[in-house]
């Protein structure tokens, strides 16, 4: 744990809204797929033993695939690991390690849903649908902690700030979402989708119709209460205009959604499949972008904080450069440091090694100091039964202080020779 830490640095303002905008990009990859699995396994493995055929369908949708798993699940999880760790940098929350153990968990769950898929044991099935619904509210919960800047300073422990009305009030959302898109998701492929298409009157198509649509409904109308108790739990300051149309946006089409749905159930057809696919979709981005809203409003001091912090960096690098090329004082203590570290590979003090015994070459510079400068800077060729001294790359101020203790050690190791 804490890998994701040690590669970060503080962002500066633009990569900022650059890594808000990624952020919701993978959670657009990530959230829904997450959701639709969840529920649909979910109901799967519950209807196991009293319908196996249905409990058969609900997996075969396809969801649960090895390269679904890891393309809509895996890939996104880890890039948002990154991503949120370090639009948190310098909030002192141990945001990759709570990363870190959320994607451990969901691997875990994936492992054992995809078992599940596999060979259809019941317990496997739950197993892994219980420990998906936990990173999933681990999930939820590290999402909320990024609106809520005020609490950072009081989050300590493994996991984040669990059990929160606002997460649980999150979590109710976005559960009610999964089971929206699972309706859509059931219905849209067995009643659409060409290579999956059920029968219109077959004894498979009256369940899956059922559940499909009724999924969609029950989704289509917990989520207006449910979207209206996590805007009231929000900071008021963050209630801005777009967010509050989103959300309200988002109830109109639900309620277009329900009519459709309605209107399907009592005529026994599904001929809206792909409308309601294409308003499940708006309603998804829909409620992100209120999310969004939200999440702007509530960090806007923290984006601050961060432009500081990296402008805090910069200038500290620019004093770094400004010390090596601009104020190029000799230090000893540095050329020593290079030269047992550079120059011994290739030099000694009484004897030839791959370059010439210093003692037989350095005299000569004594009375000129900036000829040795010269050739330490920029080596060339002297000696003709000797290589080129390749250039070693050094600063001014790396050039100024290996010469200075060069020329200092001279006369010590002189006099220790002639003894
Ligand atoms: C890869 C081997 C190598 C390294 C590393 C190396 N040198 Fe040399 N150095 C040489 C060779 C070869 C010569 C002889 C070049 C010639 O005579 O043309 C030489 C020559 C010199 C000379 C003598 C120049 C003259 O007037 O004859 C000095 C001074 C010197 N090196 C300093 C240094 C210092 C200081 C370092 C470390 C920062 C260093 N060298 C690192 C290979 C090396």
Known sequence: ???????????????????????????????????????????????????PELARSFVQLGFLRPAMLVIFGLVPLLTLAFLLAQFLFGAG?????????????????????????????????????ALLGLSLFCLVSVLDLVYHPGMWQFIDGPLPWLFS??????????????????????????????????????AEARPLRFWGL???????????????????LSHSSALTFLAIGAGMAAVGILFMVAVLVVGMLFRGDSRHALAVLVFGLAVMALLL???????LAANREHAVVLAMEAQKVRSAAELE???????????????????????????????????????EVLPKYVSDPEALHA???????INPNLPVMPNQGLSEREVLSVSAYLLQELPIIQEGANE
């Not at 650059?18 to 639709?36: A, D, E, H, S, T």
């Open 1 to 51: 744990m804490g890998i994701i830490d040690q590669l970060l640095s503080p962002p500066g303002a633009q990569q900022l809204k650059l890594g808000l905008y990624l952020i919701y990009f993978m959670l657009l990859f990530l959230l829904p797929y997450m959701g639709v699995l969840l529920v649909t396994v979910g109901l799967s493995v519950t209807l196991r033993k009293g319908y």
């Open 165 to 202: 009305w606002t997460v649980v009030a999150h979590f109710a959302l976005y559960i009610a979402a999964g089971h929206f898109l699972a309706g859509v998701a059931i219905t849209f492929l067995y009643f659409y989708w060409p290579e999956k298409r059920v029968e219109q009157g077959s």
């Open 321 to 359: 450069q400004q010390l090596l090329y601009v104020t190029a004082e000799p230090d000893p203590a540095l050329g020593k440091k290079l030269f047992d570290e550079r120059c011994v590979s290739c030099h000694a003090w009484d004897k030839q090694v791959v370059g010439p015994a210093y003692l």
């Open 289 to 295: 972008v209120s999310h969004q809203q939200l999440q």
């Open 214 to 232: 009724g999924l969609t409904l029950g989704g289509a109308m917990a989520l207006p209460p449910l979207l209206l108790w996590s805007l009231v």
């Open 375 to 381: 050739f330490i800077r920029n080596p060339v060729k």
């Open 93 to 129: 929350l141990p945001m990759g390690d709570y990363m870190e153990r959320i994607t451990v968990l969901l691997a875990g769950a994936l492992l054992l849903l995809y078992a599940y898929g596999r060979t259809e044991i019941q317990a496997v099935g739950a197993a892994g649908v």
